[in-house]
């Protein structure tokens, strides 16, 4: 029996399950749309679609190198037990794996892309089925090139450092790469230099730091010239917070990353400089339910 696209879109609303599972399941069936909800329930995939609204904000990063080609990816999981479980942490590597060899364009690419014979959306569900926990693949990045990974808190924070070098890959490189992924983990800068800050991220900074001067008793009646090149200055201070090549290198204070960087390239002989950096830290800017067991016991007593 033969099922068209919009067979799979009908049992992707009836059930909540992903496109591929939909498509496999009517498959399986025949087209027989009635089979193929209960083929879904069988697998245990219609109860994960439901789980999957619910909140998922702790979980992995995994940051691997291999050759000229380096990832850093992102799943989440329900609790911190799962996260801290060997098979979910086996899982999130084989994803970075799985985007290394396939170079999906977005999760849902990966997801369906195949590694070691089984698409990554079936490794997913196996996981699923183990633990029973809304399980996301949140998000990822791949370099092609010279690149440098760490992994900070056993997969809470995870940092690629792409380097622009003449020089072949060695223990001295690699050892200032991940100096530099280390800065990048407790630093969090939030662009690479000075050229990187876009225009209007540094206009809203100038506007900020007018409006606080102007809220100053001491500088408010300050002419504008003179507010402006004060401003310059200030300006001067979130380079050196926000961009990695201007920021106080942690480990020598004497140091901007940017010169550490010169420093060792000079040591090794050749040019080498910071091209670009990726930075995932576990759960940011997701809103984590906040439980209230006061409230949840006394209104079921009621």
Not at 11 to 22: A, P, Q
Not at 126 to 134: H, P, S, V
Not at 221 to 241: H, S, T
């Amino acid at each position: 029996m033969a099922f068209t696209a919009k067979d799979v879109q009908a049992l992707r609303e009836k059930t909540g399950c992903g496109m591929m599972d939909c498509k496999n399941a009517l498959k399986e069936t025949d087209g027989n749309m009635e089979a193929a909800v209960d083929y879904l329930r069988e697998k245990g995939l219609a109860s994960q679609a439901k789980k999957a609204s619910r909140v998922a904000a702790e979980g992995q990063v995994v940051a691997l190198v291999d050759g000229d080609v380096a990832a850093v990816i992102e799943v989440n999981s329900e609790t911190d037990f799962v996260a801290g479980n060997d098979e979910f942490k086996d899982f999130v590597t084989l994803c970075a794996k799985a985007v290394i060899a396939n170079n999906p364009a977005d999760v849902d690419a990966l997801l369906a892309s195949t590694y070691e014979g089984k698409t990554v959306e079936s490794y997913k569900e196996d996981i699923f089925l183990k633990f029973r926990e809304n399980i996301q693949l949140r998000r990822f990045a791949r370099i092609e090139g010279k690149a440098v990974s760490y992994v900070h808190a056993g997969g809470k924070i995870g940092v690629l450092v792409e380097l622009d070098t003449d020089l072949a890959m060695s223990d001295a490189l690699v050892a200032m790469g991940k100096n530099v992924a280390m800065q990048v983990a407790a630093m969090n800068p939030a662009y690479l230099d000075q050229a990187s800050v876009p225009a209007e991220d540094l206009e809203k900074e100038k506007a900020i730091l007018v409006a606080q001067m102007k809220e100053d008793p001491k500088m408010a009646n300050k002419p504008d010239a003179v507010l402006g090149k004060i401003v310059e200055g200030k300006i001067g201070k979130f380079y050196k917070e926000n961009c990695l090549i201007e920021q106080q290198y942690v480990i020598d204070g004497d140091l901007t990353v940017g010169k550490y960087v010169e420093s060792v390239a000079k040591e090794l002989g050749g040019s080498v400089k910071v091209a670009s950096f990726v930075r995932y830290e576990k759960g940011e800017g997701i809103q984590k339910k906040e439980d209230d067991f006061a409230s949840e016991v006394a209104s079921m007593i009621k």
